[in-house]
């Protein structure tokens, strides 16, 4: 720790708002130098928004930041940066063309003579590297290196700025065992030189063993603060989940007996093993915390990203699926994440985006006739209440109306099987009911649903029943009746 460290930084009262939505509801948190406090919640709790703050990455809509009693409101992670606080995210940001010590100095080079000092450059990231127990000539291009040894760039080119305050989001979470006990001795070694840390993790166990503190979120609000000697894993779970949920009103209709679909043993870089059955008219819901394999599992099924391995079965028959075309021909449709840049053209008019997948069969001299699209207009307005001007740029609709577009998009022709994944990310709560009564409708007449949430009380509220993944494997698969938020959780988080 430098000479002129800070030695606590506080947050009292911060708001975030988008739109309608408060993602974060008068959070206090404080940080003092040498200790590090493990942040924990549910997806979705206010975890990252929270450190994005601190970080300087978003701007809070209410409250005040202090360190050492100084305001602290950083416009942007550099002022963040020059105030002493920096943040090492999940995803890892590196430019594999250069060397690991060019990807240290990035935006601070040092220079002599108004040229860059490559030697003292190198000699400064050897520095740090050794600090950290890397061996790595800082001369190697970044490309070829691993993801846990590019992690561990990422730390020590925070380090190099000589932080008071530091936050890890997710650090291990593509990280081995091996890797991550490296992680968890590197925090333990900034915290020994006075640095303040934040470790955000699904890893219940890894933050019970580098924490000082634990502070829960929980749809927006610190619901609890301790020391970590406190609460053990169990406790950790019941705060997160905390919430009881009134699903007697909303009991999905059984589904059929018939199996319309089964998966055995698909495997890929992603996933191992995975293996389940789908039944006519039933909703199952896949639900694992961030990085878990949710989404590589259902792209997988559905052509969009390939498997090594496993088989795929539609009423009773193998069917091989190599690429989208497949899955389609097979009656397997899939409405990704991210409608913005996966599933909608936002330039084009609601009617021509849904016929999009379709206008191979439903050309007439290279182009979809104007008379289908009066009637597929006409059709999907009134079957899903789509609200607006369909024949304008779709990018002009709601972010509600942009969801059940791209849920018409699919629903031209009755599927099999149906994937959506995170089907209501960014709608508002009235938007997000009119897609339930959709999914519901749906599996009423006999599709098969696949719904991948990251909100634990969709999944529950939807589904017959729930596949958990954790670490790329299907944990289990649980009945209604069985599903409580509580055992999700234990089967969540990585043991």
């Not at 789509?386 to 577009?405: A, E, H, T």
């Amino acid at each position: 720790m430098t000479e002129n460290a800070a030695t606590t930084l506080t947050a009292t009262g911060l708001i975030k708002r988008y739109g309608e939505a408060t993602v974060l509801r008068g959070v206090d948190f404080s940080l003092r130098a040498g200790t590090v406090v493990g942040l924990i919640g549910e997806n979705g709790a206010g975890k990252s928004t929270l450190s994005s703050i601190i970080a300087g990455i978003k701007q809070p809509d209410g409250g005040t930041m202090t360190i050492d009693g100084v305001a602290y409101a950083p416009s942007g992670p550099l002022e963040a940066l020059n105030s002493g606080v920096a943040i090492i995210h999940q995803e890892i940001k590196m430019i594999p063309e250069l060397s690991v010590a060019e990807n240290m100095f990035l935006g601070r080079v040092p220079t002599r003579r108004g040229r860059v000092d490559y030697a003292a450059m190198k000699a400064q990231a050897a520095e740090v590297l050794a600090q950290l127990g890397v061996r790595l000539d800082p001369r190697t291009l970044v490309g070829g290196l691993s993801t846990a040894t590019q992690q561990e760039i990422e730390i020590a080119r925070a380090i190099l700025r000589e932080p008071s305050f530091v936050i890890f989001d997710e650090p291990s979470a593509s990280l081995g065992q091996e890797e991550t006990e490296r992680v968890l001795e590197q925090i333990d070694l900034l915290r020994s030189r006075g640095t303040g840390v934040v470790y955000i993790s699904h890893r219940l166990d890894e933050v019970s063993t580098i924490s000082d503190r634990v502070v829960c979120l929980r749809d927006g609000a610190k619901v609890g603060d301790w020391a970590a000697d406190e609460i053990d894993r169990d406790g950790m779970i019941r705060a997160m989940v905390g919430r009881s949920l009134d699903r007697r009103a909303i009991e999905p209709e059984p589904h059929g007996p018939t199996v319309v679909a089964k998966v055995t043993g698909l495997c890929s870089e992603h996933f191992d093993n995975v293996s389940f059955e789908l039944h006519e008219g039933e909703i199952l819901g896949l639900s694992g915390l961030v990085g878990a394999g949710r989404t590589e599992i259902v792209r997988a099924l559905a052509g969009a990203d390939p498997f090594r391995s496993g088989e795929v079965q539609v009423r009773g028959r193998r069917v091989r699926i190599r690429r989208m075309s497949d899955a389609i021909a097979a009656g397997i449709y899939m409405v990704p994440e991210d409608r913005k840049t996966q599933g909608l053209n936002l330039n084009r008019s609601s009617a021509e985006n849904i016929a999009t997948p379709w206008e191979s069969r439903l050309v007439k001299g290279g182009f979809v006739t104007r008379r289908f699209l009066n009637r597929l207009k006409t059709r999907m307005a009134d079957e899903l209440d789509i609200r607006g001007d369909l024949d304008k740029p779709v990018g002009l609709l709601s972010g509600g109306n942009q969801q059940k577009v791209l849920l018409g998009k699919w629903l031209v022709r009755t599927p099999t099987v149906l994937i959506l994944d995170e089907p209501t990310r960014g709608v508002d709560v009235g938007a997000k009911e009119a897609i339930y009564e959709i999914i519901r409708g749906l599996a009423a007449q006999g599709v098969a649903v696949i719904v991948v949430s990251s909100e634990l009380e969709e999944v529950l509220l939807l589904s017959h029943r729930v596949m958990v993944v954790a670490g790329g494997r299907a944990r289990d698969v649980l009945d209604r009746d069985q599903a409580t938020p509580e055992r999700i959780m234990q089967l969540s988080v990585p043991s």
